[in-house]
């Protein structure tokens, strides 16, 4: 069981292929549905790690959306908005710094190897909940490992929570004198506005899969 779940995973080694790979999971798998905003192409769950997550892939600051976060000198490094409350959330969660929580029990406790923390409230109105709703932090050989688990995303935009949650693991890492493993993100719902389709029709065109024809 273990084996088939680890087969199910997939990997890739920088944060713009993950995106590229997402899109296209959803592109070619996704069926038609609706959501407060508009209609959608709703993908199935996926399931994959990322080694390399920085603002300056070259994937991301080539076809990154100019309106999520490519502002500024310094190109893409601007999280959006929704990435910037959940970021807020571990930091500050009804008075609690779930990070420096991780930190704190992972450091006193060697013998407990992991950690999880929620940023969810319960009953909290809907369009307050957010997208990213727990992270797993996990020591296996001897680097330290996190999950991000998303209840749904809009994976048009999901690379501008990515980087920042890769940031969070490197801080945990540090903090721990531990190097950091690959990031794992799961996507519950995975999805894209039909809005997007045309921009993300031109750049899965321009990032055909290595096996096209």
């Known amino acids: 069981m273990a084996g088939a779940e680890e087969r199910a995973v997939r990997r890739w080694d920088s944060c713009g292929r993950a995106w590229i790979g997402v899109l296209r999971h959803v592109w070619t798998a996704g069926e038609a549905g609706m959501d407060d905003r508009g209609a959608i192409i709703e993908g199935p769950p996926i399931v994959f790690e990322v080694t390399s997550l920085t603002w300056q892939d070259p994937i991301l600051r080539e076809h990154g959306d100019a309106d999520g976060g490519r502002h500024g000198p310094e190109g893409l490094g601007r999280p959006a908005a929704a990435a910037q409350r959940e970021c807020a959330r571990m930091r500050d969660l009804q008075g609690a710094d779930q990070v420096r929580w991780v930190v704190d029990l992972l450091r ?16 909290e109105p809907r369009d307050a909940a957010p997208c990213l709703v727990a992270l797993s932090f996990r020591i296996r050989a001897y680097t330290l490992m996190m999950t991000a688990m998303f209840r749904a995303q809009n994976v048009y935009r999901g690379y501008l929570s990515y980087v920042p949650l ?19 993100v799961f996507v519950d719902v995975p999805y894209l506005r039909v809005a997007d389709t045309e921009r993300v029709a031109r750049i899965l065109t321009a990032l ?3 096996n096209a024809a």
């Open 108 to 123: 006193a406790r060697p013998w407990t190897t992991s950690a999880w923390i929620s940023l969810a409230v319960p009953c």
């Open 166 to 184: 890769r940031e969070v693991q490197l801080e945990v890492a540090e903090e721990l004198g531990l190097p950091p493993g690959p990031m794992r």
């Open 208 to 210: 055909p899969e290595p």
